[in-house]
């Protein structure tokens, strides 16, 4: 699992792919990043399944912000990003979510 950022328009947006393994997919047939940034939608961002066998898709956030997210299988399955920048309590459950920290004004970076 992994967060790739690519920070554009000098710095006020920045193009987040999150990437869950083949690993952590198991023999789940379907995979969506849940969080903040779709109002917490279980279907509204779902990962495309790439040649690898990861899962992965590619969001423009706003810089300046956190975003708290997990991943869904199967529509069933809450797991983790094992890479976030950090963990927050999750208000929904006895768990944490993953957090993806995205600053302001970090300027554009190369390869996403």
Avoid at 3 to 12: H, T
Avoid at 27 to 39: C, E, I, K, L, W
Wanted: proline share 5%; glycine share 8%.
């Amino acid at each position: 699992m992994s967060l790739r950022k690519k920070y554009l328009k000098k710095g006020q947006v920045c193009q987040v792919m999150f990437v869950l393994p083949k690993e952590a997919v198991q023999s789940a047939n379907t995979v969506h990043v849940v969080g903040d940034f779709n109002n917490w939608d279980t279907t509204a961002t779902p990962l495309k399944k790439q040649e690898s066998g990861d899962f992965s898709v590619t969001l423009e956030l706003e810089s300046g912000k956190e975003y708290q997210f997990r991943y869904l299988l199967d529509g069933k399955i809450w797991e983790n990003d094992w890479k976030a920048d950090k963990y927050e309590p999750s208000p929904a459950g006895n768990c944490e979510n993953s957090v993806a920290v995205v600053q302001r004004g970090a300027g554009p970076q190369p390869n996403l």
